[in-house]
Every structure is written in C-alpha cells, then in structure tokens.
C-alpha cells in the first residue's frame, strides 16, 4: 500500500508561489497517474492536476497557466508548483493517485492573504 506525506504549504501573499511536494511510499508508485487535490472550508474535494506515469500533464482550469504538476518516480515524489496565487486559491492541498486509490495524508495548507 501507497502512504502519502505532503508538505510545502504555508501563507503566502497574493500574487505569490509556492512549491508542494507529495512523499510516497511503496514499490508501485510510478505505475499510477497520480494528482493534486484541494478542499476549501465548506466544499468539497476538486481536482486541481493531475499527470501520467510518463508526465503527461492536466489541469483544472482554474488554476491553468499558473501551476504546474510533475513528478519523480526515482524518489516517488509529486510536485506542484503554484504561481500566482490568489486568496481562491486557499485550501488544503491533497495528493493521491487520480482513481482516489490510497489512504488520505494530511495534507498541507495553503493560505493566499495579504
């Protein structure tokens, strides 16, 4: 099984960046298409990226143009780097595989406030 450990969050001004990386742990990591979430106060879990075993790449368009999602199977870990930032931007930042296959981590907070 696949645990999941973020990390890089954290409060930023708008207009900023940040860098979340997603620890994992397991031999089958690079296998999954693996992705970002988010969950903001009263709303539910979205999509924000996602990105193949090979690197290819999606986006929610919300954030299209400002994040960027890769990853690095060698060191099973995720990345998202986020340009931009606006206070919609804040939430707790999830990772998972696409399919919602592995346990939850904690997630990281990222708070967008001047």
């Known amino acids: 099984q696949v645990q999941l450990v973020e990390s890089g969050g954290g409060l930023v001004q708008p207009g900023g960046s940040l860098r979340l990386s997603c620890a994992a742990s397991?031999?089958?990591?690079?296998?999954?298409?693996m992705a970002w979430f988010r969950q903001s106060p009263g709303k539910q879990r979205e999509l924000v990226a996602h990105?193949?075993?090979?690197?290819?790449?999606n986006y929610a368009d919300s954030v299209k143009g400002r994040f960027t999602i890769s990853r690095d199977n060698a060191k099973k870990a995720v990345y998202l780097q986020m340009s931009s930032l606006t206070p919609e931007d804040t939430a707790v930042y999830y990772c998972n595989s696409l399919g919602q296959k592995f346990s939850w981590g904690q997630g990281t907070q990222v708070t967008v406030s001047s």
């Open positions: 397991g031999s089958i990591f690079s296998i999954y298409m």
């Open positions: 990105i193949s075993s090979g690197g290819s790449t």
